[in-house]
């Protein structure tokens, strides 16, 4: 009796501090851990797990003719609605399929998802994509060359692609850094041992994989799309925005919140901006936005001085598209992002609350904003994603019709 007593004590008091949110919280995180739902979080099942100490996978006894048609494989997890890291992934596939092969996707649902309704958000997220969509579950085979394109997904082409093929690896972020020394960062960091020829985006993936795990990859650089990604004439800046990403700890949302926090407590004249999700318990004002299309996102730069982009595992790409629609990017510093992002125009802060908030502050400060933003448009010099594209088609075309690279190849004859 004495032990309920105090269970409905304690509920009354979060009651009380919090309201019936923080409440209904705490009453979902009991049940959380009771019921063992943390399992759900594995990105894997267990038999998709491979092993770079035991893998041999086969590659086929002769090369196609130069210049044939190839159909090439994608392994990947479903994409949600605009999803930036499965876009600049599309990107490469259409270079592909631009090029005269066939592509084909395999999507691979750890929970066992309707890959039908996955591929209708393919198809209304991307239609300009014509690969053919289909269940990683059921295996992967009847391509000439398969690329992950994240750690998860390398481990089911190591698993799931046993059929003679070429296979290669396109990695936007060194990804044991999305979690803490443990399990996953194991398991992600030995992906990048399975044999595949690995295509980092951008070098400061590259040093990683050389660094840390003695990967020496084929590099492409990022793009940004300025025919999106512009100025519009006559718009009056007058706010900041913020990419809010919760649910992703490398995207820093709570050093972003404290960090915007300060800034309001200095800046409450400011309108501040969030896009990327809608976020509950805010502890300043915020105009929210959700979810936006690549051009909403343009015309919502337009409106703001300054932006507040963190990212801990690669550079976002969300900073050269600030800059290039004359919004001056604030971001948490590092040596490897700066590696990739060379603008004197980016703003370089502390990982704290307090610098960022103060980086933020002497940036909306800093006049004049209109030729500000007008030089910061025009130091953004890119004919978009074309360099990677070429790359990408290059690189899959070598590896499948001439490449001899023993370390990609296991067994390779």
């Known amino acids: 009796m004495r032990h309920l007593e105090s269970r409905l004590a304690r509920a009354a008091g979060i009651l ?8 209904a919280q705490r009453l979902a995180r009991i049940a959380y851990n009771r019921l063992g739902a943390a399992r759900l979080e594995e990105p894997l099942l267990d038999d998709d797990v491979a092993d770079s100490t035991r893998i041999d996978l086969a590659v086929p006894n002769r090369r196609p003719s130069q210049g044939e048609p190839l159909t090439i494989g994608w392994v990947m997890t479903p994409p949600s609605a605009g999803s930036g890291g499965h876009t600049t992934l599309f990107r490469m596939v259409r270079a592909v399929e631009e090029a005269g092969h066939r592509c084909v996707l395999f999507l691979y649902d750890r929970h066992g998802g309707d890959i039908r309704a996955h591929e209708r958000v393919i198809r209304d997220w991307w239609p300009h994509l014509q690969a053919d969509v289909r269940d990683a579950a059921e295996g992967i085979d009847g391509v000439d060359a398969c690329v992950a394109s994240s750690w998860e997904s390398a481990h089911v082409l190591a698993r799931r692609g046993g059929a003679p093929m070429r296979r290669l690896y396109f990695i936007q972020d060194y990804e044991p850094y999305f979690y803490a020394r443990g399990a996953s960062y194991a398991l992600a960091e030995d992906s990048y041992r399975f044999g595949f020829r690995c295509i980092a985006l951008g070098e400061m993936v590259a040093e990683l994989l050389r660094s840390e795990v003695g990967v020496d990859p084929d590099v492409t650089e990022f793009g940004c799309d300025t025919t999106v990604y512009r100025p519009i004439p006559a718009r009056a800046r007058t706010g900041v925005v913020c990419f809010a990403r919760p649910d992703f700890q490398r995207r820093g949302y709570w050093l972003a919140r404290l960090a915007l926090t300060r800034f309001h407590e200095l800046h409450p004249e400011i309108e501040i901006h969030l896009y990327g999700a809608m976020v509950e318990g805010l502890p300043f004002p915020a105009t929210q936005h959700g979810r936006l299309s ?46 990739v992002l060379q603008n004197d125009h980016a703003v370089w802060a502390a990982a704290t609350p307090d610098a960022l908030a103060a980086a ?20 953004v010099v890119s004919d978009g994603w074309t360099r990677a594209q070429a790359d990408i088609v290059r690189i899959i075309e070598d590896e499948v019709y001439t490449a001899a690279r023993p370390v990609h190849e296991i067994g390779a004859p």
């Open 16 to 23: 009380r501090h919090g309201g019936p949110r923080a409440l």
């Open 294 to 339: 690549p051009g909403e996102l343009n015309e919502l730069y337009n409106t703001c001085i300054a932006g507040l982009v963190l990212s801990f595992t690669n550079i976002s790409l969300v900073p050269e598209e600030m800059l290039a629609a004359g919004t001056i990017p604030v971001m948490n510093d590092s040596a490897h992002s700066r590696v």
């Open 360 to 379: 933020l502050s002497e940036t909306v400060m800093r006049a004049p904003v209109v030729d500000g933003a007008r030089r910061a448009s025009e130091s």
